[in-house]
């Protein structure tokens, strides 16, 4: 077994799990603005993430977040338009960033309608400009998929691939679609990663990532294996059903 720097929060519903996220959001917000003065986050796509959003969308959490100091950047995009119902900015849109008072040149939008290696690139060139070389979020949210990845870190690709890039644009076969994802040189600089999984679907994967040997190339998310910064599964009880002495934390 990889000793994991993890911490594992199972929720009994996806109800009390969206909370927990949502609260994480705010801990990670309110600490980064104390301390720096401003609160740089990625923001996961996905389906899972929409509730902790729309809960951070309205009062009390929306308020207890200094919108005008936070940075709202995405963990990864679909190589489609804004407008598509595929679009991760526009899912966080709807269901968080138009609800709130982040400024909008504070949004940093994947250019999923553009040539991909192009928009990749573009996306790098932001992050180094936002960021710098070695980009550093407060807080990276993450989901995985029934097949283990994350972001659009997708199986059969070593992860490690051309890492020396912040973002790549990977052509996903089983999409038949082409993807904008930060690599793992991004995501293990954070300073505080969530990954949120929900459901049966994902308690194949769970159980192989967290117990059985690491194996990134057939499960990506475990490449997640940040230097110094902090992860936090937080998942419910459907997607923890295969683990060993699962521990409820309510
Ligand atoms: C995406 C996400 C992806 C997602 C997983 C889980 O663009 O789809 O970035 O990595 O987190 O596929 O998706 P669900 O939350 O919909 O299960």
């Known amino acids: 077994m990889t000793e994991r720097r993890a911490d594992l929060e199972i929720f009994d519903s996806p109800a009390l799990l969206a909370e927990a996220v949502a609260d994480a959001f705010v801990d ?8 720096r003065g401003a609160f740089f986050v990625a923001l996961a796509g996905g389906t899972t993430p929409k509730a902790a959003y729309a809960l951070l969308a309205a009062p009390p959490r ?10 709202v950047f995405f963990g990864d995009e679909r190589c489609v338009a804004p407008s598509s119902g595929q679009s991760n900015f526009r899912m966080a849109s709807e269901a968080l960033l138009d609800a709130v008072r982040v400024p909008r040149d504070h949004v940093y939008r994947m250019h999923g309608e553009d040539e991909p290696q192009f928009a990749a690139d ?5 992050l180094r400009s936002r960021l710098g ?19 659009s870190l997708f199986p059969g690709t070593d992860p490690l691939t051309d890492n020396d890039r912040l973002v790549r644009a990977p052509y996903v076969e089983k999409l038949q679609q082409y993807r904008l994802t930060v690599t793992p040189l991004v995501l293990n600089h954070a ?7 929900e459901g049966d679907a994902k308690a194949a994967a769970l159980k192989a990532v967290l117990e059985g040997p690491r194996n990134p190339v ?4 475990a490449i997640v294996a940040p230097e110094s910064g ?7 009880r459907r997607a923890a059903a295969l683990l060993q002495q699962p521990r409820s934390t309510g």
């Open 191 to 197: 300073r505080e990663i969530v990954i949120a999984a």
């Open 28 to 35: 990670c917000a309110r600490s980064a603005v104390e301390n």
């Open 122 to 126: 573009a996306y790098a060139a932001v």
């Open 133 to 151: 070389s070695a980009p550093v979020f407060d807080l990276l949210l993450l989901g995985m998929g029934p097949d283990g990845h994350t972001a």
């Open 218 to 221: 057939e499960h990506p998310i």
């Open 230 to 236: 902090h992860v936090r599964w937080m998942v419910d």
């Open 62 to 71: 929306r308020d207890a977040v200094d919108w005008q100091r936070t940075h």
